[in-house]
């Protein structure tokens, strides 16, 4: 295990990271939280600055960050393999639910951080970040448009529920957990209802496919 005082500044920011929540929870995602994050690891508070010059967004970025590592440490490919792909799907946001919960007023103040205009776009990217890996652990190989429309849908769903959690006073988050199993259950239906709907590719015209029979045209 690299010392604190050894690490590179990428590795001190990941190793910040899930430190972080338990002093923004009181400070804010400000300097002071950072400080005190930096004395309970072990490096001093100046050199914390230096990984984090980019302030209350990058403290937040590598919190998130956190809680993506230790999902795939509880989802090894063994345990995965195990279930269908709606329990995957459900079992990978519900740890991270259970990730933030302690830190809802941290998550609250973040969430507010993320909703400025200037950080839209970093909110999206923590968002679509979150998604896509729990997709790949999930083990979703598409590499077509529903690459997009899987991660795309992922965000919503994450995104309310955490909504959902900052005002959940349920005993064990019950309320929480019932929110995501509607909301998983609606994206079921709407998939099962597309791939009704899903035109038959052999029965309808392909730009695609004809372009592609004038390139290379049948022997």
Do not use: C
């Amino acid at each position: 295990m690299i010392e604190p005082l050894d690490m590179t500044l990428p590795e001190l920011r990941a190793a910040l990271g899930p430190l972080l929540p338990g002093h923004a929870t009181f400070d804010g995602w400000a300097p002071p939280a950072l400080d005190a994050a930096a004395i309970e690891l072990g490096v001093p508070p100046e050199r914390a600055r230096i990984a984090f010059p980019e302030g209350a967004g990058q403290m937040i970025d590598a919190w998130f960050a956190s809680v993506d590592e230790a999902m795939a440490a509880a989802f090894p490919p063994d345990r995965i393999a195990a279930m269908k792909v709606r329990e995957r799907i459900r079992s990978l946001v519900w740890v991270r639910i259970a990730a933030v919960a302690p830190h809802r007023e941290a998550l609250r103040r973040a969430l507010a951080i993320l909703a400025f205009p200037t950080n839209l776009a970093l909110g999206s990217k923590l968002g679509w970040r979150a998604a896509d890996a729990m997709w790949r652990l999930a083990g979703d190989r598409s590499t077509d448009f529903a690459w997009y429309t899987k991660r795309l849908t992922l965000t919503g769903v994450y995104a309310s529920t955490l909504l959902a959690l900052l005002d959940d006073e349920s005993e064990n988050l019950a309320d929480t957990a019932a929110f995501l199993d509607r909301r998983i259950e609606g994206v079921m239906r709407f998939e099962k209802l597309k791939a009704k709907l899903k035109p038959d590719p052999d029965n309808h015209f392909s730009p695609v496919r004809f372009l592609g029979r004038l390139r290379y045209p049948p022997a």
